[in-house]
C-alpha cells in the first residue's frame, strides 16, 4: 500500500541551527502539506503546496520556515534558525490533488531543539 | 484557537461495546469532516470523511455529521482491543484547505 514516507524519524538539534525535514509523498499525489503537533496539543497546519508554489500558509509559517520540491519525488520543510518552541512532531501529508480532502499522513519526524 | 472541540477523554469501554466519539465546531462554512485514528507517536491514519451533512458508513464505523447543530459523531461498532488509540476530528472549508484538527480522544478498549 502507497505511503508517506519522513526521515528521520527522530531529530535532535542545537538552538539557532538549521535543520531540513523530508517526506516522500505517494508518488501520484499533487498537493503537499506539512503540520506538526506540539506534544499534547492540537494537530496544526503549517503549510499547503501545489504545482511549485505555496496555496496556503499558516501564521506559524514564518520567515524562519521554507519548503521546497527539489525533484520529482521529495518535499522538503527547512527550519532556518531553530528555536525551542519548535520543538514538536512535524507530520508531512499528501493528497491526490487540490479537489481531495483524503490526505494521508507520514508517520512523521520527531524535531527535539536543545 | 477554538475553532474544533473535542472531548479529549480518556474513554475505556469493554470489548464489544458501542463507542461515540463526537466533535463541536464554530465554523458554520465547515463542509468536509475526516476522522483520524493516531497511534501513539505515529502519524495520524484516515478512517473516514463526509461532505456536508447525513451519514456514512464503513464496516463497523458510521461518521455522522449535523451541520445545524455544528456536531460530528464517530460511531464504532463491536469495538476491539486494536481500536484503542487516539481518534482526532478534522474538517475544511473546502477541498484543498487547511484542517482543522480537534485535540482528539484516547479511547482504551479492554478485553
Known amino acids: 500500500e502507497p505511503e508517506v514516507t519522513q526521515t528521520p524519524s527522530h531529530q535532535v538539534t542545537q538552538m539557532g541551527q538549521e535543520v531540513i525535514l523530508r517526506c516522500v509523498p505517494i508518488?501520484?499525489?499533487?498537493?503537499f502539506y506539512w503540520y506538526r503537533q506540539i506534544l499534547g496539543q492540537k494537530v496544526e497546519f503549517l503549510v499547503s503546496f501545489y504545482n511549485n508554489e505555496i496555496s496556503e500558509k499558516s501564521e506559524i509559517f514564518d520567515d524562519q520556515f521554507s519548503v521546497e520540491r527539489p525533484d520529482g519525488s521529495n518535499f522538503t520543510l527547512k527550519i532556518r534558525s531553530t528555536k525551542l518552541e519548535d520543538s514538536a512532531m512535524y507530520f508531512c501529508a499528501s493528497s491526490l490533488d487540490a479537489r481531495s480532502t483524503e490526505a494521508f499522513f507520514g508517520q512523521g519526524t520527531r524535531l527535539t531543539v536543545v | 484557537q477554538k475553532e474544533v472541540e473535542q472531548d479529549p477523554g480518556p474513554l475505556s469501554v469493554p470489548e464489544g461495546a458501542i463507542v461515540s466519539l463526537n466533535c463541536t465546531y464554530s465554523n458554520s462554512a465547515f463542509q468536509y469532516f475526516m476522522w483520524y485514528r493516531q497511534y501513539s507517536r505515529k502519524g495520524p491514519e484516515l478512517l473516514m470523511y463526509?461532505?456536508?451533512?447525513g451519514n456514512k458508513e464503513d464496516g463497523r464505523f458510521t461518521a455522522q455529521v449535523d451541520k445545524s447543530s455544528k456536531y460530528i459523531s464517530l460511531f464504532i461498532r463491536d469495538s476491539q482491543p486494536s481500536d484503542s488509540a487516539t481518534y482526532l476530528c478534522?474538517?475544511?472549508?473546502?477541498?484543498?484547505?487547511?484542517?482543522?484538527f480537534g485535540t482528539g480522544t484516547s479511547l482504551t478498549v479492554i478485553p
Open positions: 508518488s501520484n499525489h499533487l498537493y
Open positions: 478534522a474538517m475544511t472549508l473546502q477541498t484543498g484547505n487547511q484542517f482543522y
Open positions: 463526509t461532505y456536508s451533512s
